[in-house]
């Protein structure tokens, strides 16, 4: 599986912005995928993640700001009312079960800058 994230650049705060990332590669065999953000000096948080079944999760600070949805090897990240506070790096990850384990194989993608201007 590989991953290549677009959709970032420099945006207002009170903007939007969209995210995608499209996977390659074994596709169906992703159960999870999500995005995070680092800003230097911090370790990389979730934002947001979507299970094969739908099922989401926000990391708090985004709620009702952030939305993310897939489809099958695309997932997109729909951000609105931007602030600079979400200035980062925001990574595309993939996690795919390993076969006759409880363990998963976790794919990266590149990064892609979002900059938020007051």
């Known amino acids: 599986v590989q991953l290549a994230e677009s959709g970032g650049g420099l945006v207002q705060a009170g903007r939007s912005l969209s995210l995608s990332c499209i996977a390659s590669?074994?596709?169906?065999?992703?159960?999870?995928m999500g995005w995070y953000r680092q800003v230097p000096g911090k370790q990389r948080e979730l934002v947001a993640s979507?299970?094969?079944?739908?099922t989401t999760n926000y990391a708090d600070n985004v709620k009702g700001r952030f939305t993310i949805s897939r489809d099958v090897a695309k997932v997109t990240l729909q951000m609105n009312s931007l602030t600079p506070e979400d200035t980062a790096v925001y990574y595309c990850k993939a996690l795919v079960p390993i076969a006759s384990t409880v363990e998963y194989l976790e794919v990266w993608g590149q990064g892609t800058l979002v900059t938020v201007s007051s």
């Open positions: 979507v299970t094969s079944g739908g």
């Open positions: 590669g074994d596709i169906f065999s992703i159960e999870i």
